[in-house]
């Protein structure tokens, strides 16, 4: 049976042209038969992909050779088949929307605290933990104890650092799903006068890898095919409760109306009577799409060409 990874990473470093580089990336990942979604921008790259074992390993040595990106950290899971359903690389402005865009994580960051070290003091009284990420991803889990806030998109974080402030005399540890949103939110956090700033290092994903993910309640919001990933192999607990009837599940799903698409946790027996809908409106709506059991929809990939765009030599 074919062994699959799925490959979570990131690197800041400067890219004089992410035009040029996106070309050149595109055709290596096709020819090396990897799926998913890369975005690249000036100030580095940010990717999840998934491919055969033998060909993710071949890519990690691909970019770890190139000096730009030798430091990247990859944190790798199994997967029974590919992650996704093709490959999409961009050229952005930022490698995650933060509208931070004056800070370098080169220059000023927050420090790594490692899984292990994490474990240990997470739950001291002079620590706080504070989930950095979107609703969608920390209503459906998130570490047991920590602060999260009600925005929609990581570009909203900076707003909400002022609900921080009673904190200014503790040790905060930021975390998100892999890392990289906890570089540049911990380096804000130092530039508006907190002095003692750490980040999970690797993110929920590492941790889960390395420590079995204990107390990290409810499962981890994901980018890929999987939607959620199990991380806890310690404590598991459910937090979220289905959209629709309250009761407690984990079963993240897309509404079936495109012109919705809310990524809410709905329970099996509702998906099924709802149609995969997150409301009787979107029930009946005209565009809804049907529902398959799973709740994912990747977009129609009728026509689908890898190569569309790219200028072959």
Known sequence: MNEYLILLYYCYTKIVDPEAFRVQHHLYCI????????????????????????????????????????????????????????????????IVHSGLRHIDPNKKTGKYIEPHEFKKVKNDEDVIVVDVRSNYEHNVGRFKNAISFDIDNFRDFPDKVAELEQYKDKKVITYCTGGIKCEKA?????????????????????????????????????????????????????VSSCHICGDHSDRMVNCANPECNKHVPIC??????????????????????????????????????????????
């Open 186 to 238: 911990s380096a804000y956090l130092l530039e508006k006068g907190f002095a003692n700033v750490y980040q999970l290092h690797g993110g929920i994903i590492k941790y889960g890898i390395e420590e079995g993910g204990e107390d990290f309640e409810g499962k981890c919001y994901v980018f890929d095919n999987r939607i959620v990933a199990d991380v806890n192999k310690v404590n598991p607990t459910i």
């Open 31 to 94: 020819e090396n038969n990897l799926l998913g979604r890369i975005i690249i921008a000036e100030e580095g790259i940010n990717g999840t992909i998934s491919g055969l074992k033998t060909d993710c390993e071949k890519y990690m040595s691909h970019l770890h050779a190139d000096q730009r990106f030798a430091h990247t950290e990859f944190k790798v899971e199994t997967s029974p088949t590919h992650g996704f359903q093709k490959l999409n690389i961009r050229v952005k402005d930022e």
């Open 268 to 313: 099996e027996t509702c998906a099924e009577a709802m149609e995969g809908a997150c409301s009787e409106k979107c029930k009946s709506h005209p565009r809804k799409r049907p529902y398959d059991g799973r709740g994912y929809y990747p977009k129609n990939l009728n026509g689908y060409n890898p190569y569309s765009g790219i200028k072959r030599k």
